[in-house]
């Protein structure tokens, strides 16, 4: 059981590590420091985007922006902390 606790516990951080590189390179496009035109950067914005909306657009629908700050990726690290350590406090 301890295996299936780690390898839970590893899915979550990673999940958890992408929303966090999602959101600094939204920053990053919004402030122009990176260039969208750039094949590369478009690739990797495709792919954390195909990645995170699917978790962020109910959450995005429920929690009102607040003057252009996304709240979203927030709430929903703070609910995968919460869910992973309830998940591996269990099986353990």
């Given amino acids: 059981m301890n295996a299936l606790a780690d390898l839970i516990y590893a899915v ?3 999940y958890i590590y992408v929303l966090i590189a999602t959101a600094i390179v939204s920053w990053l496009t919004a402030f122009n420091i990176l260039n969208t035109q750039n094949q590369f950067i478009y690739t990797i914005l495709g792919f954390l985007y195909r990645i995170t909306e699917p978790a962020l657009r109910p959450i995005r629908r429920i929690v ?14 703070l609910a995968l902390y919460f869910i992973r350590n309830l998940i591996v406090d269990n099986i353990h």
Wanted: proline share 12%; net charge negative; glycine share 12%.
């Fill in 12 to 14: 979550f951080s990673i």
């Fill in 64 to 77: 009102p922006s607040l003057g252009g700050v996304d709240l979203s990726p927030m709430i929903l690290i």
